[in-house]
């Protein structure tokens, strides 16, 4: 059995759990690809995971990395249509074959039997993987294999919590927490696009001008003084019509506060923990919305590689690593030290 080069966790734990070793090789399914991993950038969901999630238990030893640009180097019996040799993205949820038709693309996440690479299934962080063949895009060379992985995960997610979700329109008022984040740095962009106008969290007085670039009209340092009471000041009292919330408990009841009446409030993170305090009253007097989101569908992701190969959206990268120095990828990743997305390649 040939082997590939691999970065695995076979227990759950911190960083030091990730080993840079030699694994099989995996065999395209009838229905899968194989893609030679160009390049795999790193989300939060790769700590979670690697510490464990209550609830989900998955195969070891484990392949994290689910946000993966390569090339399709084989093809199983019955796929057809998909050149060899050519840039792809692959799409990180993947869904039964037999999932209804009424759930695809908008909302693959609630099938049964939903996974993604990475989490429930060995991801990319590795030299070779195999995917459904749903699951590939075909894209241009205008950007490098580093460009494009840094765009599923966080461009899919901002896309569904933005404008399938809370449905964003055009001149509203949106918060999006920690602007430095690969969510946070989509979620601007996405919400330029669509027309509002936009605050945003910082930690450190070096990214305020990147947060500038990227789009953000107001740039709050949640360090230096009170995110609610300062999105209440711009908005002159009225509050955001949108918060694009990720944090959790840390931020939440202020993420609540400065909203206006009949304000919605998008989550789908927990980077804080997953237990807040909520003053019932409060939702129910403003008539606010509290909207769950998680991921997308494949439609979505289309329609988010469309406007990057047109320029409306662009890849924000921090720092690549080579692979065997994952490690030190993960660090400052939990350290939040980085300005977008983090990647990893083979070399």
Request: charged share 25%; hydrophobic share 40%; aromatic share 6%.
């Amino acid at each position: 059995m040939s082997k590939m080069r691999a970065v695995i966790f076979r227990e759950h734990g911190d960083t030091d759990r990730l080993e840079y070793t030699y694994v099989p090789k995996p065999k395209p399914g009838k229905h899968e690809v194989l893609v030679k991993v160009e390049a795999c950038a790193l989300n939060h969901l790769d700590l979670w995971v690697l510490a464990g999630v209550p609830g989900v238990k998955i195969q070891m030893p484990h392949i994290p990395g689910c946000d993966i640009a390569g090339e399709v180097v084989e093809a199983g019996a019955r796929v057809r249509g998909i050149p060899l040799g050519k840039p792809v993205l692959v799409s990180p949820g993947i869904v039964p074959r037999k999932t209804p038709q009424e759930l695809l693309g908008l909302w693959d996440s609630l099938c049964d039997g939903y996974k993604i690479n990475g989490f429930q299934a060995n991801g990319g962080l590795a030299e070779y993987i195999a995917v459904p063949d749903r699951n590939v895009l075909p894209v241009s060379n205008r950007l490098s294999y580093e460009e494009w992985a840094s765009i599923p995960l966080v461009f899919l997610t901002a896309w569904h919590m933005l404008v399938t979700r809370a449905g964003l329109r055009k001149k509203e008022t949106v918060l999006i927490h920690a602007a430095g984040s690969g969510v946070g740095s989509a979620a601007i962009q996405v919400a330029k696009y669509l027309g509002a106008e936009v605050l945003t969290t910082i930690g450190s007085d070096e990214k305020i001008k990147r947060a500038k670039e990227l789009g953000a009209d107001h740039v709050i340092h949640y360090g230096k003084s009170d995110f609610a009471a300062e999105a209440l000041k711009i908005t002159h009292g009225k509050g955001v019509d949108v918060v694009f919330e990720h944090i959790g408990p840390a931020t939440f009841q202020k993420s609540l506060a400065c909203l206006a009446k009949r304000g919605r409030l998008v989550t789908c993170g927990v980077t804080s923990g997953p237990t807040v305090h909520l003053d019932l009253r409060f939702v129910f007097s403003r008539q606010i919305s509290i909207l769950g989101s998680y991921m997308g569908g494949l439609k979505e992701l289309r329609e988010v590689v469309r406007l990057v190969e047109a320029k409306k959206l662009k890849p924000v990268i921090d720092k690549v690593f080579p692979l065997r120095q994952a490690k030190e990828a993960f660090e400052r990743m939990k350290a939040r030290r980085n300005f977008g997305k983090i990647i990893l390649t083979p070399a």
